[in-house]
């Protein structure tokens, strides 16, 4: 994963154009199947909103009058306000400075500017840098095109036995970072690759590939009474890459399935997650949670976007992540598709408790101690009374999903457990 | 507020009589409009009670024997027991001592007694005082009359656009105490008046001065099924006077929307603010929450009765209470019911976020921390489901009732919002 | 009732056999009524068990080659495993350790161990003992019998003005074991005594001694559906004789008209008691709330099985428990049971708060601190609205429910209250 992160990184993508393809074409190299590429013109009008110019880039820099670059947007393209319009222009140091955005609290980062909604052109350098720079003539030069063109965006589906679905939601539309950015659609692929593999799926998988905001409301608008009929859960997958902590994002109301299954697969396998509210929100569940769109979805993060230092500056780099941060966040991921996946009630068979013992479920001799060894099982079948699903069980008795999986086979083996479909 | 409030104090109430009548006339002056005063008639049956005889009182006073007076009436009304039977007799210091009250845990304080339902007489002073009384014969005196007569009280009604009614309810029944008395008329009186000067109510308002309890228990007997059909949230205005907290009396289960209101505004207003279970009642929320009563009626108070050491004694005076204390109590009720007028759900008019940029109410640039500058008014749109009530979104996204009217009215401005009636 | 235990003590109990026919005699004999016996044949199925064979045992003990007894029975019931089958036999020290149970981590207690399902013998004794044993021949004999016979548990049916029953159950199975095992059954006798005594019951009791596990399972067998029906509250009396704390094990919810009584209790009687969840279950209470069971049935303990040291050891003994503990045990069940029996809603019969005063039920001079006097009476009117129950309004005010039967008389003598059936 920390590989296609690499190759994914240089890339200069935006809302729109050729970096949105390309890294498209990358997932699909490593997806192995076929990813749905979806055009949509602009123009179009999706809710609230309209689908905006194409923007596209070759180069840009500020080169001064010795022709030295002082910028360059081939070294980092976080150097260009994204959507810029084009420009090729000589100014004096006062001028440049109206058009250079710094991030004057972290002064050594290059901070990540957009304007897609007004039309305009900017550069962004470290505090530092611009501090630096001698009165001079500038030649700053921007050659982008924004043009009439279309939004893309791909989606993966994973047919299941049901029509029911389990959402994932994740956004290619930032240039080179890392954390907030290129982890989501990575984790995302190596999901998407797994699930293909498994030999049995309850759900029904959708997985896409958006710019983020205008790619969410545009999917929805295309999607959403489909959507509201059969997701039974999503997630949206951001900020999936550094090591540093897990954070799990509410739904709207934090009661959602999705919810469920987050906390209790983050109760086990990181107990010290934090918990943001959806006042904390930022990315596409905020489109996913909007009145009247009311998806089931909520969102899992290690470093949340918003609340580590890097986020949204140059600083958010491959160093920040790690082939670890993607694992952990891939795995507790899997975890909550497992426990959706065999989130039925279960009933015991028997009234009263079982005779384990005649079965070899329970040791012969009763001392102090003994019954420890199958507490597990013991109290998963005092709460298989069919009003609790196996989430429930495993918040009430305190044991991960995945353990209980196993308690679960070896009771229907000899026969004392029924599931609830 | 303070100078009523000092014009007022000099003035001997009690349940019945002439002390109250002459309140009310001070009220009428400040009101500016008509109060409708009612007189009850001595004997009438009010529920489970009766109302008493009326009281009177001319003069009472204690002389030694060199005609010096101990105690006076004239400078004190809290040295005779309320509804004491007129006395004219010669005692020694002993029988003296069986007819004063002290309060021996205050001895320098003057209790305030009374004892309505059992006729008898009775004098109150300072522990200290009586202590330094030597033997002597003592000249007792209090002329009084208990006759049938009335009680009587006052009723403010000024009508909204609905039917539906909010209910202020205050006492005028005892003699010179300040915080526990004074404060509580007079703080309705500006309210009164501010109601009236409104251009648009929704709510019908509902003011009643009464003698506490009887008058409580007296004017519901009169009007119980109209309160209980109309009123919507109420409460009991006491101890709104002093300067040194807030504090939130409980209806019988803290759950109606009067409550509702209260601890909203007070979070904001004072977070500090005490919480009293209605198991600290004691004031006519005691009749108004009595079971088959059942009106919606809860206190916010500044000292509440019973919690300040001035209580009931003649340190509850003028110097208790101030002006800031009777502002900040006015204005929270103003706020109260401010909320209570603005209590709609709301309803966002597009799925998805809206787009704010456009209508210029977003930023256009995009850059870390320009998101804060609008999260007040996402987040209101992020509720704004139809579900909750403008105090649920107030609690949910913690930013004040009256800041959530600024954005309402943005939002109406440009027809994003529905208010649901 | 320590009495009882003394003689109760030295009794060789198992899940079947003479020892408890003995103890059911003697318990009798104290009852000074007729207990229901029944006894159940070997073979007979009852749910997923079958009851087993009938054990006794005449004499059991270890010699080494001098004659000397190492161990035997007679000193002490614990040294031999329960349902151990005969044994006569020469071995040497190793062969010897293979039979022989300890607790190292308790090296001078003789550890409780039994066999019930499967066919053994085995003897137990502490591990310094052992220890010090030198290899030698040893002699181990078991003069024990497991044939087709039956299992035997009493029955005590109170009846009551209702068929509703409270069902409280409690075991005899354990050989010389004080707090866990007498201390149960000694304390639900003197409990049948007392409730055979009383001139009024509303309820029906049923109490029944069985062995642990499969007496419960059997007598579930045969009596569930009955059971279901009738019983609003059951609770499991085990380990109620030492005198270190009180304990509260919930039923499956914790949300049980029982569980309601108990917490009410424990937080007057014993404010500090622990609370157990039902994972910390494990006698009996395991099959009355198996799923499909699902009787209101918990547990009040003194220091609860599993969780003090002498716990299943031959520490557990005449010492470890004290008549003081058996009589708060005693107290906090009888306090439960008054409490279900007067477990009614109440109506105050009039508007707003009585006049007390005109009853002689209120002080007729008000002053500061008079209104306490009546305060418990005033609160109980508060909430006597007929949707709380005695208990609700018992844990509302903050008064135990002995307390407010008082009350209850009082407000009854003078027709102000009536009782919701």
């Keep these: 994963m920390y590989e296609l992160c690499e190759r994914l990184f240089p890339i200069c993508r935006s809302i729109t154009g050729d970096g949105v393809r390309k890294t498209l074409q990358m997932l699909v190299e490593v997806y192995g199947n076929e990813i749905n590429i979806h055009e ?17 880039i070759k180069e840009a820099y500020i080169e001064n009058s010795k022709g030295q670059r002082v910028i360059d947007f081939k070294n980092n393209n976080l150097h260009v306000v994204g959507y810029s319009l084009p420009v090729d222009k000589f100014v004096d140091l006062q001028e ?7 991030q004057p609290d972290q002064p050594d980062a290059i901070p990540y500017v957009t304007s897609y909604y007004k039309e305009c052109y900017g550069f962004c350098m470290s505090q530092n840098q611009l501090d ?6 500038y030649h700053i030069v921007i050659d ?13 589906i994973i047919p299941g036995d049901t029509e029911e679905e ?9 240039p080179s970072m890392a954390n907030n950015e290129l982890s989501g659609p ?3 692929t190596f999901l998407a690759k797994w699930l293909n593999l498994l030999v049995k799926r309850r759900y ?16 929805l608008s295309k999607n959403l009474q489909y959507l509201k009929e059969h997701v039974i859960a999503g997630f949206n997958l951001s900020c999936v890459g550094d090591n540093r902590t897990f954070s799990y994002v509410e739904s709207r109301y934090g009661d959602t399935l999705a919810d469920k299954a987050a906390k209790n697969v983050l109760s086990f396998y990181y107990p010290d997650y934090k918990t943001y509210s959806f006042l904390k929100r930022g990315s ?20 949340k976007y918003g609340e580590y230092p890097e986020y949204h500056t140059s600083k958010d780099n491959l160093e920040l992540i790690s082939p670890e941060g993607l694992l952990g966040a891939y795995e507790v991921y899997q975890q909550c598709i497992l426990s959706l996946e065999n989130n039925y009630s279960y009933k015991i068979n028997v009234l009263c408790e079982p005779q384990l013992g005649k079965r070899g479920l329970y040791p012969t001799t009763s001392q102090k101690g003994t019954y420890d060894a199958v507490k597990v099982m013991i109290d998963f079948i005092a709460y298989a009374d069919g009003s609790n699903d196996l989430i429930d069980i495993s918040n009430i008795i305190g044991v991960p999903v995945n353990e209980l999986l196993t308690v679960i086979e070896k009771l229907e083996k000899v026969d004392l457990l029924t599931r609830c479909d």
């Design 96 to 102: 440049l400075k109206s058009v250079v955005y710094t």
């Design 186 to 188: 990575v984790v995302a």
């Design 204 to 219: 029904t998988y959708r997985i896409i590939f958006i710019p983020e905001t205008i790619g969410a409301i545009t999917y």
């Design 284 to 303: 596409d569940e905020r489109q996913y949670n909007a009145p009247g769109v009311d998806l089931p979805v909520c969102a899992i993060c290690r470093s």
């Design 166 to 174: 389990v959402f994932l939601s994740t956004y290619i539309c930032h």
């Design 40 to 56: 949509v013109p602009t123009g179009t009008k999706v809710f609230d909103w309209t689908v905006p110019k194409e923007w596209n």
């Design 132 to 137: 630096k720079l001698p009165e001079d003539t």
């Design 144 to 156: 982008s095109e924004l043009k009439e063109g279309s939004l893309t965006y791909g989606e993966i």
